[in-house]
Every structure is written in C-alpha cells, then in structure tokens.
C-alpha cells in the first residue's frame, strides 16, 4: 500500500511539474501572438493557429482555417488597427488534459485611430482561448476576445 501511495505522489508530482512547463509554452505562445500583433503580421498570427483554428473578433467577423485568420487580421490591421499595439494581462490557464489548454486574459489595443484620425479610446478585451499541443508545439485552436458589458443600473 505504501508503494502505491508513494509512486501516486511521485506521479501526481511529475504530472504538476510538465504542466507548470507548460505553462511557459502557453505563455510563450502568448508573447508570439503580442509580438506578431505590434508588428502587423498576419501572417504570423495565423501561423500560430491550428490549420481548423476559429476566430470571432468583437464585432462579429468570423475566420475558420488559417487562410481566412491571415485575411480577417490584415483586413483589421490595414484600417482601423494600424499602427496599434496589443498588451495582455491578468492570465489564466485551466488544463483540460496535458495538451488542451483554455486561456483567458485580459487584452488592450492601443493606439486605435477612429475613422478622422483622432485618437479613439484603448480596446480593452477579454479574451477567451483554446490551445492544443500538437509536435511540442502550442497552437490557438479557438479565439474569442469580446468586450464585458457593464451591468445594468439595477444589478446587485
């Protein structure tokens, strides 16, 4: 009994030790994503998604494989995001098996012009992601950043 209890630990140790390694590719995947952004590379961008990965942007545009992912960012960083830069924040990663990963942050672009050329207000997002693990390799599967809506007057 004391041998399988030990070797329980021991597995239940390495098990929490490859998914806080993990962790690292989550994020690093992450700082891909925001260094691709600030450089408006859409092509980059959709390289980080799996060749069936999902996008629905805050407004309700819709972009399935990598193709139409490249398309629907360039489209996004040829107008209204040009020039813009994208920060995260507030991460949090909830393992559904050891190469499945739901990621959830917070997101900011800055540096939106609006349709005059003033300076429009900072889109602060959250996003909600599902990363696969595919090779070694961490890749965005599903991505929904949409904006929170406050609550109305007379929630509690």
């Known amino acids: 009994m004391r041998t399988f209890l030990a070797a329980a630990v021991v597995l239940s140790l390495l098990s ?9 590719g989550v994020q690093d995947t992450l700082k891909q994503f925001k260094a691709a952004w600030d450089k408006h590379d859409a092509k980059a961008i959709a390289a980080l998604c799996t060749d069936d990965g999902t996008l629905i942007n805050p407004v309700g545009d819709k972009a399935s494989g990598r193709a139409e992912i490249e398309k629907l960012i360039a489209g996004e960083h040829a107008g209204p ?7 995260y ?3 949090t990663i909830q393992w559904l098996t050891p190469d499945i990963a739901a990621v959830d942050y917070t997101g900011t ?3 939106i012009l609006g349709p005059d050329g003033a300076a429009a207000p900072d889109l602060v997002h959250h996003c909600m992601m599902v990363m696969t693990k595919t090779d070694g390799k961490w890749s965005l599967a599903v991505c929904r950043p949409y904006v929170l809506l406050g609550k109305p007057m007379n929630a509690k």
């Open 16 to 24: 929490t030790a490859a998914l806080a390694a993990d962790d690292a």
């Open 89 to 91: 924040a507030d991460v």
């Open 109 to 111: 672009v800055a540096g």
């Open 81 to 87: 995001f040009k020039g813009t830069t994208y920060s």
